[in-house]
C-alpha cells in the first residue's frame, strides 16, 4: 500500500467511528478522487478531491445541492465511472486499477444495489428476480430457495415472492430489491434515492427496512439523498457541495427526530429550503 492511501485527510473522516462493533477497518477508503466531463470548451469538475471513509456496519448518508456531485460519486464507487484520479479501495483493494474482468468480479461479489425504481426483471416474479443474484454469484442451487425465503421473510416481503412486479406495490417492489441488494452479503450496498419513487408511508417503511439491515444483519450502507427525514436513519451524513465534501454530521447517540433537526440545519445553509437539496 501506498502512501496515497494511508494519508488521511484531515477533519473530514478521520477517526469515524463503526456503528456497531463490526469491525474497525475501513470497507470503503475513497481518497482525493476527481471527475471531469468533457474536454477544452465544456468541463466540469464534478468531483473536485473527495475523501472519506466508512467503516463496515455504516449506514452513511450523502447529501448535496442538485448538480453538487452525489450520482458521479456513486457512479465512481460502483465502478459505472471511471475516477480522473486518486483512488477508491474497497475492503482494502484498488478498484481504479482494476482490469474490467476483475471490476465484473467485484461488481458481482462485493456490491449490492438499490435505486430509486427498484429495477427489478418484469419477465421474473419476485423469488426469481432476488434468487438471480444468488446464481450470477455462482451460489450452490441447493442453497438458493432457504437463502431467498429466509430473507424475503426478513425484510417483510415472504408474501410476494411469487408475484411479479406489476403485481407489487411501489414499497414491496424496493423492498424485493433490498432482499436481492442484500441477499448475496455484499461488502457494501450502495442505494441511490431508494425512496424517491415512494409515498411517504411507504418510504418511512423502507428506511426502517435498511436501519434493519443495518443495526440487524451488519449491513454496510451508502446511500444518496436529498430527503432530510430519510438521512435522519442514518449513522452519519456527508455533505457534498462543488464536488467536495462540505461537511460531515454524526448521529452518535442523538435521538432520530435530533439527528433530522442538525441535518436540516446543515440544508438550510447549503441551499436554503429542504427542496433545494437535491
Ligand atoms: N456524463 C456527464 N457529462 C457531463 N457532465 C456531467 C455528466 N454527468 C454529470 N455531469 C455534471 O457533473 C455535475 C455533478 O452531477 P451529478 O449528477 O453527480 O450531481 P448530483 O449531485 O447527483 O445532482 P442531482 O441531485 O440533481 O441528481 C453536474 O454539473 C452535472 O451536470
Known amino acids: 500500500m ?18 456497531g462493533a463490526h469491525a474497525s477497518q475501513p470497507i470503503l477508503s475513497v481518497r ?16 473536485a478531491g473527495v475523501s ?7 449506514f452513511v448518508g450523502i447529501m448535496g445541492p442538485s448538480g453538487s456531485g452525489k450520482t458521479t460519486l456513486l457512479n465512481c464507487i460502483s465502478t ?19 482490469s474490467k474482468r476483475q471490476l465484473a468480479k467485484f461488481r458481482r461479489d462485493d456490491l449490492g444495489f438499490i435505486f430509486q425504481d427498484s429495477n427489478l426483471l418484469d419477465t421474473l416474479n419476485g423469488y ?3 434468487a438471480l443474484a444468488l446464481t450470477i454469484k455462482r451460489e450452490s442451487p441447493a442453497r438458493i430457495p432457504q437463502m431467498v425465503e429466509d430473507m424475503a421473510r426478513t425484510l ?8 411479479y412486479p406489476y403485481q407489487m406495490s411501489g414499497g414491496q417492489k424496493q423492498r424485493v430489491a433490498a432482499a436481492r441488494a442484500m441477499v448475496s452479503d455484499p461488502k457494501l450496498i450502495l442505494a441511490d434515492e431508494p425512496t424517491g419513487a415512494l409515498d411517504s408511508r411507504s418510504a418511512a417503511v423502507m428506511l426502517e427496512m435498511l ?37 460531515e454530521l454524526r448521529r452518535g447517540d442523538a ?4 439527528f433530522f433537526a442538525r441535518i436540516m440545519e446543515v440544508v438550510s445553509f447549503l441551499g436554503g429550503e429542504a427542496g433545494h437539496v437535491a
Open 156 to 163: 417483510g416481503v415472504g408474501d410476494v415472492l411469487k408475484k
Open 80 to 98: 459505472i465511472d471511471a475516477v480522473t484520479s486518486g483512488h477508491i479501495l474497497v475492503g482494502g483493494r484498488d478498484i481504479t486499477t482494476m
Open 211 to 247: 436501519e434493519m439491515m443495518n443495526h440487524q444483519l451488519g449491513a454496510t450502507i451508502m446511500m444518496v439523498t436529498h430527503d432530510a427525514f430519510a438521512a435522519s436513519f442514518t449513522n452519519r451524513v456527508l455533505f457534498i457541495k462543488d464536488g467536495s465534501v462540505f461537511n
Open 2 to 19: 501506498t502512501e496515497v492511501y494511508a494519508t488521511p485527510t484531515p477533519g473530514v473522516y478521520a477517526g469515524a467511528v463503526p456503528y
Open 32 to 47: 482525493q478522487i476527481e471527475k471531469v466531463f468533457g474536454s477544452r470548451d465544456s468541463v466540469t469538475h464534478a468531483l
Open 52 to 58: 472519506f471513509d466508512v467503516a463496515a456496519g455504516e
Open 255 to 258: 435521538s432520530r427526530d435530533e
Open 128 to 130: 426469481e428476480n432476488i
